[in-house]
């Protein structure tokens, strides 16, 4: 070859390699000297983590499956500015949709910011409205709404949700705010200029789960007449609240459970100027000296340790004195003679006290303490409290008296459901199991986990149980026939008691109370009636002992349960 | 054919270039292979992104409906919500039962 065209070659040549070589240096610049850098660089422009779509709360339902808490859809309206082609246009379009004024959707379509929220929640019509405009650059995100179709139903069972700040508060909602609350699945991948992640690297993999769905023990229809009831009484006997609740004594499932005043957990945020705001669950939260009731328990303990017969004769002079202090008869009378039945069908403080003292602190003690008192029952509400039980080695609180005086159920302090799960022990040949409101979880997969009674304790023999009902039969046929119930044979007590407050008693207003069951002797309801401060009587066998009669002699039809002759009959075929 | 062209290739072209047939064939072999590899990979990437797009849009699909059956879910139960059957029951017109009576049926009766 002629030298000038190879030199032409090879100068070619050179100048191939010189290119190829700076090349080759940038490619080593970009991927290994400076690769980190780069790589941030990337990730930060083009990799997202992105929430995938949130998937709703786990629902409530009652044992019948009717939906107490459910989850409704609303819209966040938002907007990129960047990629907002014509900032007059939308703002004209969304104005009347959103209801704002367009000036002021344009000056935030207008600003330096990736992201801007317009108008958050709004409907679900809404929301579909804005993405039928097809608008470039606006985006409507889902959001869940949690609903409670009934209302004030059961609100006090429910709890509420905040929306906004994604946190439950109360009742179940609070509970079992883990499990009902839905998982959240978060996906990091390479996205497009709209944040959208590409297409080959779309595939999530896992996709977000429901929260677990509850189906309680509750009845709504047993919960609506109880809710009915408690709010005629409150009205009738002029009382400032009170709480009802109906539990099945066999299982210690909860069938109803409702306290006034009440609230809709759908608009809890209006129940915020009230003092108190009404959230709190009094049935589980709030304690209260339960009175006479609790005579139930002294009498039951003194049976079962054998110390007395229900037929022992006791003398009753009016008083007696324990610890130092002297205790009386609420009616001041001296009743001579009585047995440690009519301790029970008479209400007699005097009684009582004597009870206590033959047992002696630390059998009383210890079977009050199996009753459940002074300790949560485990119930699934958020805000169970303990109550009030001060026992002999707690020097700074108990005192000698406390014996005599908690025999009747002063110095004691209980919280509604403590005392139904209590006298449901009775009913139920002596065993307490644990109270329940919820009876099945619902997982997102459809596995269906049915929950069981739990049995905390045999508190006393099925005998004295048993004998103990008989007794309480006698207490509503003797002594409180406000609470009968035509039909069918119903146990029960009534409880008058004063209100602590510091220095003594308050010398105004009492809190009445009645827990009955039937039909015994197998018991298949027990309902427990309170009422804070009734006004037009003191006395519970004129407040709570009516309201138990009519709620009971209507549950017992709407429960299907037969009067006796027509469960004897039925028994017989 | 340019001037420039002519410049650079001229001296080429008085080269002698010759390849025997099993390296003709070797090098169609190597080319055909490579193209058909970059081939497959293409149709490999743009059926991933097609079939991403699918699952993106099936997903879409599924929250959509699931949004839905909750929204009608709720909507039901408020329709049939006791204060609901409370009103329905006022307008037709229904009185509360004032005496139940429970029957024993027959023994041996249907």
Known sequence: MAEGPRRRLRLLATLLIGILLVIVAQLAQVQIVNHRFYKEWRDEQGVRTIVVA???????????????????????????????????????????LLHAPAAHIEQLLDSDDKWVKIVSPVSKEVGEQVAGLGLRGITILPLWAREYPEGTLASHVLGFCNDVEGKCFYGVEGFHDALLRPERVEWEGPVDLYSEPIPWAVGHGVLPQRGTDLVLTLDRTVQALVEEELARSVQEYQAEGGTIIVMDPRTFEILALASRPNYDPGRYIDFFSQKPPPFEDPAVSQQYEPGSVFKVLTVAAALDAGLVTLETIYYDPGWIEVGGQVIQNASHAAYGEQTVADILIESLNVGAAWLSTRMGPDVFYRYVQAFGIGKPTGVDLAGEISG?????????????????????????????????????????????????????????????????????????????????????????????????????????????????????????????????????????????????????????????????????????????????????????? | ???????????????????????????FALVAGLTLVVALYLVLVSRTAACGRHIEQLQEELFGLQRENEQLEVEIARAGSISRLRERVIELGFVPAEWVEFLLPAAGGP
Request: aromatic residues 6%; without cysteine; neutral net charge.
């Open chain 1, 388 to 573: 009030q039980l001060w026992l002999p080695d707690d020097y700074e609180h108990w005192h000698d008296a406390n014996l005599g005086t908690n025999a009747f159920g002063q110095g004691v302090a209980v919280t509604p459901l403590q005392m139904i799960a209590a006298l449901a022990t009775v009913a139920n040949d002596g065993a307490r199991l644990r109270p329940r409101i919820v009876a099945q979880r619902i997982g997102p997969d459809g596995t269906v986990s049915i929950l069981q009674p739990v049995v905390e304790a045999q508190v006393i023999s099925p005998q004295t149980a048993r004998m103990l009902m008989e007794v309480m039969v006698r207490v509503v046929e003797e002594g409180v026939p406000q609470a009968r119930v035509e039909g069918y044979r119903v146990a029960g007590k009534t409880g008058t008691a004063q209100i602590p407050v510091p220095g003594g008693y308050d010398k105004e207003g009492t809190i009445t109370s009645f827990v009955g069951f039937g039909p015994v002797p197998d018991p298949r309801l027990i309902i427990l009636v309170k009422l804070d401060r009734p006004k037009t009587s003191p006395w519970a066998s004129q407040t709570a002992a009516p309201a138990f009669q009519r709620l009971a002699a209507r549950l017992f039809v709407v429960l299907d349960i037969p009067p006796e002759g027509m469960a004897v009959a039925e028994a017989a075929r």
């Open chain 2, 1 to 27: 054919m340019s001037d420039f062209m002519q410049w650079v290739t001229h001296g080429i072209k008085r080269g002698r270039f010759e390849m025997s047939p099993r390296a003709a064939l070797y090098s």
């Open chain 1, 54 to 96: 949130e998937p709703p709360r786990g629902a409530i339902r009652d044992r019948d499956g009717h939906l107490l808490a459910g989850n409704a859809v609303l819209y966040s309206i938002e907007a990129s500015p960047p990629f907002v082609v014509d900032v007059e246009a939308t703002g004209a379009a969304l104005g009347p």
